[in-house]
Every structure is written in structure tokens, then in C-alpha cells.
């Protein structure tokens, strides 16, 4: 969370209408589809400019061949949608006017490099209760992420397609103890799984 001394909200980013968050959150998880039927994981990230553009779409790659010709970091562990993003977008353009909207929670890698760049805000659909960076930090105590804003999971509706979308994978990727943090989470989502 961005705050001035009277507590309001400085962020720099766009608050953009119900409509528009519901669209792009929707674009994150079509572009977790897609992973799935590439052989990855379920994740995807877009950014959007103070205009309300979308300047990048990022998906996980992490089971893809590296695209020397589309430059797509794949066949890497930290292939992460988020730094899917980031490789193609090189240089941010005013990065504290920039929201990126995921499907997941960030992890810590993509959520430190987030602040480390200055993203204004970030918003995601799903929390991920084993891998999400808010199972590690306290995202509006920790000092270094200050400069970025935090909106999880803001619909009901889309915030449980995200784990439906997502809880395969996490009981197949995460240990034990992270697939129940899921199944406690997400319980209707997970169960049957
Ligand atoms: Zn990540």
C-alpha cells in the first residue's frame, strides 16, 4: 500500500471501473488456458498503462522450449508469467502508472521484482496460500515494497475459476503441507482433487 502521512492512497496507478478489472483479470485467466494446453502451468499476467491499455500479456512457460524469436523465457524455473512479462517488456515506461493483473498471487521472485521496478499496483484473481508472496511477507509492512499497491482477489466469482484453474498443479507441484494451506483456502475448489 501506497499512503501519504494522512493515510490516503498516493498510488499513481489507474483505478480502473468493476468492468474494466473484471476484463482484464478475465484476460490473465485466459492466457492460464492457454499455458495449460502448452504444457504449463496455470498463470497469466497482463500490465496496463494509466490509459487502461494493455501493454504486455505474459503467461507461465515453464514447461516450453525458450522462442528465440519471440524471446519468451521458457524451459527456465523462473519462467513465471510475471517474468514472462517483464522479458518482453525490457525498459518499464513509468512504472509507478502501471497495474498488472495475474491470475495467481505473485510468488516472492515475481512479486519482489513487482516492487524492485516500482509497479504501482498489482491486483490478482486467486490467492495461492503455498507459493503467494503474502504467505512470506506482509506486503503493506514490508519496507521494500512500499512504492506498489496490493488488490487481491477482488471478485468471488473469478477469484474461484482462478482455483479451480490453478488447483491441479498445485497438488501436483507443492508438497504435502502446501495442497492442504490449499485445500483449508479453497475447499470447494479443491475438493474431488
Ligand atoms: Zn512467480
Not at 482477489?153 to 492442504?180: C, I, N, T, V, Y
Request: overall charge negative.
Amino acid at each position: 500500500m501506497t499512503v501519504d502521512a494522512q493515510g490516503e492512497n498516493t498510488s499513481k496507478a489507474t483505478l480502473f471501473t468493476e468492468q474494466q478489472e473484471r476484463a482484464f483479470l478475465q484476460e490473465t485467466l485466459r492466457l492460464a488456458r492457454e499455458s495449460i494446453e502448452k504444457g504449463s502451468s496455470p498463470v497469466g499476467a497482463i500490465m496496463v498503462n494509466a490509459q487502461g491499455e494493455i501493454v504486455g500479456r505474459g503467461r507461465n512457460r515453464t514447461g516450453e522450449p525458450f522462442d528465440e524469436d519471440e524471446q519468451h523465457p521458457g524451459n527456465a524455473s523462473l519462467a513465471h508469467a510475471e517474468m514472462d512479462l517483464y522479458y518482453q517488456l525490457a525498459r518499464l515506461k513509468d512504472p509507478e502508472t502501471l497495474t498488472l493483473y495475474t491470475s495467481l498471487e505473485p510468488c516472492l521472485m515475481c512479486g519482489g521484482a513487482s516492487a524492485l521496478l516500482s509497479v504501482g499496483r498489482i491486483v490478482w484473481a486467486t490467492d495461492d496460500a503455498w507459493g503467494g508472496s503474502g504467505r512470506l511477507i506482509a506486503w503493506d509492512e514490508h519496507p521494500a515494497m512500499q512504492q506498489t499497491e496490493v488488490c487481491p482477489h477482488p471478485f468471488a466469482d473469478l477469484e474461484s475459476e482462478g482455483a479451480r484453474l490453478f488447483a491441479p498443479e498445485a497438488k501436483k507441484a507443492f508438497p504435502e503441507e502446501g495442497w492442504k494451506l490449499w485445500q483449508e483456502r479453497y475447499p470447494d475448489e479443491t475438493n474431488g482433487l
